[in-house]
């Protein structure tokens, strides 16, 4: 079979999809399930905008129907030496030495393929810590990943781009930490873009009882682009029982050319502990999904940083699911909004029935800096058990004027008040990044981000 | 989709068939009386029973057009997939219009003997004689059967008719506002309302007038299979004030019912409206009302909505707010007992500069009813100095029960404030014990708990109202205890 490097959207059949997993090489189970996934496909209803879930981002923008699915960058020779910090922030200045991760591990991908190989730290790899990018792992570690992949977190026949995602996906990473280890490093995950087309990455992480771990996933591009790109991304979580996880996404795409729609599901067992951090700065159209199931006596924190300038569109929607009793969640989202950017925040807090003794807040808020921003935050709560804690609240507003009068009066410049009011919004998110690296970079990016705004 | 209308050639009885043995629970109104109709209904709806119902009531040409407009709105509109669910109702097995006496009443003693009783067993007769009210009027089926004004205000220049009348007689002014507010092809069920609409209230406050007590409406719907599609339209000039309250009942047949009505108000610059309804339908109507007022400069405008009955109630009571210091204002107040979906919740679009307003929604829950608050506050561009604030407050009284809270916030313009919280809760342990050690029963406890929830609500009710809101609740709590 000849190497396949790209096949459009349009006419996907059976023949074309066999074609693409044999180009990449899968195992027959994976094949098999990718077949499924296109049956399924078939039959779920293709989103129109319509449905509830996609009344704020086009599911359009995709721009799938006259896309060509790409795996690998069209030049030869994507960067073997591998450092994080691709996106925009490290590259438009602001961020200089001592921001970068010093990571435990790294694994790239650009283009819906993977760049280079991963790394990880010597004495990770000997406690048994796997870090393997998707192909391998399909092939090496079938007895962890096939139970898991895309049919226990993320069900491909639930929903109609993740039979789609099932059906093409092409690049990816695994994650696998053995009971009791705890890595103390950050473990980095790349995904860049730098040409159109549409790419399908996943990255599948199980963290088994009693075990730790800090997640970095990046995503960037550079500021030019040949054309629309469309990013498909799908994290599968498991957290064990007592197991420790902190994730975060950075979504710092250069070019407003790319769309990205990002699924993050954590499924949390008895006790484990699950936080997530989603900065949203770059990108054109960018939706990203993050959805923790909570098991007996675990917890989830959900923290959340945007800033969208003109043209940007976010939408942040997150799901909690107190499954069991006893589980205790927390959201925290905020935005920042400059010229006719628009920010969604959508929060659905689910108490299922049983699920007595829960403990649930949400906090949304958007601070919108222009009078031609769009801002939404919509909390919604569906409660099934009458022993719950269950509150939330959402605010939109603007700087307030007595906080920039109180910093002038102290003989801080205007401009430099408002950077400060600004910046003191986000405070309360980025003091709960605990990794000291991972924070002063954020506060870099953010720092970028408001020099643009002055700039502009 | 289309379907003919059938002629039935069934008794009144025969439709209306009393299920035996039919547990008619806490809920009071459940009754019906045999009341014959005074021309042959027909189940379904059609052009050709919008024609019908349109030629009875002799409109004009252009409400006519309205009404066969609207019906290919409804046609062409999909059922909502959102709220609660719909599945069930067949729109073919309703009857669209009732009349049930040859002609309006205008004293009480008028009123045919079995519709007259009907009102009496609601109390009805009794706050008309006590002089509570300035107006009173009553809608018994299709059509309004009763309708009675104070002297005093008809010589103020007050109207206040129902809504057939009102197009008969003030044709100009009633053709100025129709429609203004919530356009035939707003929603489904606006669509349908538009198509077959009947009876409802239509009101007049001339300029500067104010009304001190409240007018007031009840409807009924007391056959099987009824839909009832009333239009209320007020209208208050500027400077004016009014107060207007419904009450609306219905029995308990074995299957359902469809109330769908539209209420339009208009709220010119300076002007004040409160408009109060207390929902206690029974629960097996089908309750999908679309309420909307339009408020101007410096106008305010309240909605106090209690839904206590109904199968499933879709209503979203809203306030444009489209002059510079319009204030609009939204309470309610929700109770879901077995069976029951209380969709309800509130809107308020700020389409002015500082311009203001307020939601409070109180919603309970027990024996595995379904509470959602559905709220939307929309600010547009140009809407400076906004200040919303939004207040969902849920009580869940067991484990089966459910409570959704669903706010959307929507925020086109800077300079705003807008504040949304929620909490959901259960009735205290040390809460209940405090009033126990103090010689309550359990069930006095949690009522009393569940009063001093809705107090901000109920306390804002016309006194009677109060009273009878708090009466439904404590009802409603009886076997509450587990």
Sequence with gaps: ?456 | MVTDARDLTQTPERINPVPENVDLGAYKYGWHDKVTSVFEPKRGLSHEVVEEISQMKNEPDWMRQFRHRALDYFYRRPMPQWGGDLSKIDFDNIFYFLRATEKQAASWDELPADIKSTYDRLGIPEAEKQRLIAGVAAQYESEVVYHKVREDLEAQGVIFLDTDTALREHEDLFREHWATVIPANDNKFAALNSAVWSGGSFIWIPEGVHVEIPLQAYFRINSQNMGQFERTLIIAEPGSSVHYVEGCTAPIYSSDSLHSAVVEIIVKPHAKVRYTTIQNWSNNVYNLVTKRAAAYEGATMEWIDGNIGSKLTMKYPAVLLLGPHAHGEILSVAFAGDGQHQDAGAKLTFAAPETTGQIVSKSISRDGGRTSYRGLIKVEEGAESVKANVRCDALLLDEESRSDTYPYNDVKEEDVTLGHEATVSKIGDDQLFYLQSRGLSEAEAIAMIVRGFIEPISKELPMEYALELNRLVSLQMEGAVG
């Design chain 1, 1 to 456: 079979m000849a190497a396949i490097d790209d096949i459009p959207f349009k006419g996907l059949d059976q023949a074309a999809v066999t074609a693409w997993s044999e180009a990449l090489g899968d195992p027959e189970w994976f094949r098999a399930r990718r077949l499924e996934a296109l049956a399924a496909l078939e039959k779920l209803e293709r989103p129109t905008g319509r449905e509830e879930p996609w009344r704020f981002t086009n599911p359009r923008a995709a721009g799938l129907d006259r896309a060509r699915i790409i795996r690998g960058g069209a030049q030869p020779g994507a960067p073997e030496e591998l450092s994080p910090g691709h996106g925009k922030a490290s590259s438009g200045g602001g961020s200089g030495a001592g921001t970068e991760l010093e990571p435990g591990g790294l694994i790239a991908m650009a283009d819906g393929a993977q760049t280079g190989r991963p790394k990880l730290a010597a004495d990770l790899a000997e406690r048994g810590v796997l870090l393997t990018d998707l192909a391998t792992a399909l092939r090496e570690h079938a007895d962890l990943v096939e139970p898991r992949l895309l049919v226990a977190a993320a069900p491909f026949d639930e929903d109609w781009f993740l039979a789609l995602h099932a059906t093409l996906v092409s690049a990816g990473a695994f994650l696998y930490v053995p009971r009791g280890v705890e890595v103390e490093l950050p473990i980095g995950a790349v995904y860049r873009r730098t040409r159109s087309g549409a790419t399908f990455a996943h990255t599948l992480v199980v963290v088994e009882d009693d075990a730790a771990l800090t997640l970095v996933q990046e995503h960037g591009s550079p500021e030019e682009l040949d054309g629309r790109a469309f990013h498909h991304g799908v994290t599968e979580l498991f957290v064990g029982e007592r197991a420790s996880v902190q994730h975060l996404t950075l979504q710092e795409w250069g070019s407003e050319q790319v769309t990205h729609f990002g699924v993050q599901r954590a499924l949390v067992a008895r006790e484990g502990r699950y936080r997530s951090l989603l900065v949203t700065l770059g990108g054109g159209v960018v939706r990203i999904a993050p959805d923790a199931r909570l098991s007996e006596g675990s917890e989830a924190d959900f923290l959340g940083a945007a800033f969208a300038d003109e043209g940007q569109r976010f939408e942040h929607r997150a799901t909690v699911t107190h499954a069991e009793p006893f589980a205790r969640s927390t959201l925290l989202y905020k935005a920042g909004l400059l010229g006719g950017s628009r920010n969604i925040f959508n929060g659905n807090l689910i108490i299922s029935p049983g699920a007595r003794g829960s403990d649930a807040a949400q906090t949304m808020r958007n601070l919108v800096l222009s009078r031609h921003a769009h801002a939404e935050a919509n909390p919604f709560l569906e409660i099934l058990n009458s022993d719950v804690r269950a509150a939330h609240a959402a605010a939109t507003g603007r700087v307030d004027d007595l906080h920039l009068f109180y910093l002038q009066s102290r003989g801080i410049p205007r401009e430099q008040a408002r950077r400060l009011v600004v910046f003191g919004f986000f405070e309360e998110v980025l003091e709960q990044v605990s990794v000291p690296a991972v924070r002063r970079r954020l506060e870099a990016a953010l720092e970028a981000e408001l020099a643009r705004e002055v700039a502009a």
